[in-house]
């Protein structure tokens, strides 16, 4: 069914805690309002307890929060198979081959064996890991089980994929070329993906649009679009630029009443001391 609405649109959605003390509460997500377009690929980035997490899990279905979220016209108050998560422990089942770890979705979602089949395959050449369809995850490297967690998250054909941290627990080598296969996937698909990280160069190797996120209480500092081209140089003198502008952000001591500044307050200084 057509839906008029963005494609997907979070209004005042904020997450609260109640204290040790009565009446004590405590404000993890200040009131968020974000639109998010088809085929975007946008990175939620910021320090430990600023809560794109809590924001990523309340956009997955895991986290009661107030406000709404809405994909596709559909409220989120629940998880569901439109939307793929992708852990950074992997959370393979380890008595799981990877091609029945990676088919466990379109099972349950009650798929006719062929289709089945045929999409299980189709995941697994998409990640690389046809060849190792029937080993456990006790045999793969730490790189080929996050493969096999995205490919188990495509099985269920979502429109929009979470990832969380997926990348943190790699090498460098191993973590670079994942987020080189991961670009190629995001080309091949066109899916929209929402993905969680600590590391600026992560951010604007990967991103059409970041999303800079600070604590206490964890709220929007810096809504940024990449004026960059999809297939990126990590060379690029541009991405020192971005990467100079967005540390100066971080670096901002927390408003009162934990209100964010607004955008232009806080680039009008930056960008003018670009040569």
């Known amino acids: 069914m057509p839906y008029e609405e ?6 005042d ?16 997500l200040h009131p968020l309002n974000l639109q998010v377009n088809e085929g ?33 016209g559909q409220r989120i108050t629940k ?3 439109e939307r793929g998560v992708v852990f950074q422990d992997y959370a393979l089942f380890p008595w799981f081959t990877v091609e029945q770890n990676v088919a466990l979705g379109p099972k349950m979602n009650g798929l006719p064996k062929a289709k089945r089949s045929s999409l299980t395959e189709h995941c697994l050449r998409l990640v690389g890991l046809e060849s190792f369809a029937s080993y456990y995850p006790n045999r793969l490297s730490g790189g080929m089980k996050q493969r096999a967690s995205l490919a188990r998250a495509l099985a269920n054909e979502p429109s929009i994929l979470l990832m969380d ?13 994942m987020q080189s296969e991961l670009l190629e996937i995001k080309r091949k698909s066109g899916i929209t993906c929402i993905f969680v990280t600590h590391s600026i160069s992560e951010a604007l190797y990967l991103a059409d649009r970041i999303l800079v996120l600070l604590p206490r209480p964890g ?3 810096l ?5 960059l081209p999809h297939i990126r140089d990590r060379n690029d003198d541009r991405l020192f630029r971005y990467q100079k502008l967005i540390r100066s952000v ?5 408003p009162a009443h934990g209100e964010s500044k607004p955008s232009n307050q806080i680039l009008e200084p930056i960008l003018a001391s670009y040569p």
């Open 6 to 11: 963005a494609f997907m649109e979070l209004k």
């Open 13 to 28: 959605v904020s997450v609260t805690y109640s204290g040790p003390l009565p009446g004590q509460l405590h404000h993890v």
């Open 40 to 72: 975007e690929f946008i990175c939620l980035l910021g320090p430990s307890g600023c809560g794109k997490t809590t924001l990523l899990n309340c956009i997955a279905g895991f986290q009661t929060y107030e406000g709404t979220i809405t994909l596709q």
């Open 79 to 81: 998880p569901g198979k």
């Open 165 to 177: 941290e997926p990348f943190a627990a790699l090498d460098e080598q191993t973590r670079e070329t």
């Open 219 to 221: 709220r929007v500092a």
């Open 223 to 227: 809504d940024l679009a990449l004026d």
């Open 250 to 254: 971080l670096r901002e001591e927390p």
